[in-house]
Nanobody, 116 residues
Framework: QVQLVESGGGLVQPGGSLRLSCAASGIIFSLYRMAWYRQAPGKQRELVAQVSSDVSTTYADSVKGRFTISRDNAKNTVYLQMNSLKPEDTAVYYC??????????WGQGTQVTVSS
């Protein structure tokens, strides 16, 4: 059974930092492209950042220079370091695992709220 379990969300003031973690089980983690998506109320889910199996990364323009995605294949975990947080970063953040010719997997989501 595949599980993606996110943690690390919470309430933070503007300008603050959070680190999200996503622990995967039931997949050969190193073969999967891992990503973070987010969905704000009334908006579509959007890709925030992704890290491929060869550790190349891409970011949404809105988070470039502020967020860093990384993976630890030994721990089957992907991270999202979020710095200089803004109120518009408020959303539910979801972990995603994908690879060609395979169904994608999603975590349950973790709430991030940026507010003073």
């Amino acid at each position: 059974q595949v599980q993606l379990v996110e943690s690390g969300g919470g309430l933070v003031q503007p300008g603050g930092s959070l680190r999200l973690s996503c622990a995967a089980s039931g997949i050969i983690f190193s073969l999967y492209r891992m990503a973070w998506y987010r969905q704000a109320p009334g908006k579509q889910r959007e890709l925030v950042a992704q890290v491929s199996s060869d550790v190349s990364t891409t970011y949404a323009d809105s988070v470039k220079g502020r967020f860093t995605i990384s993976r630890d294949n030994a721990k089957n975990t992907v991270y999202l370091q979020m710095n200089s947080l803004k109120p518009e970063d408020t959303a539910v953040y979801y972990c995603n695992a994908a690879r060609p010719l395979s169904v994608p997997y999603w975590g349950q989501g973790t709430q991030v709220t940026v507010s003073s």
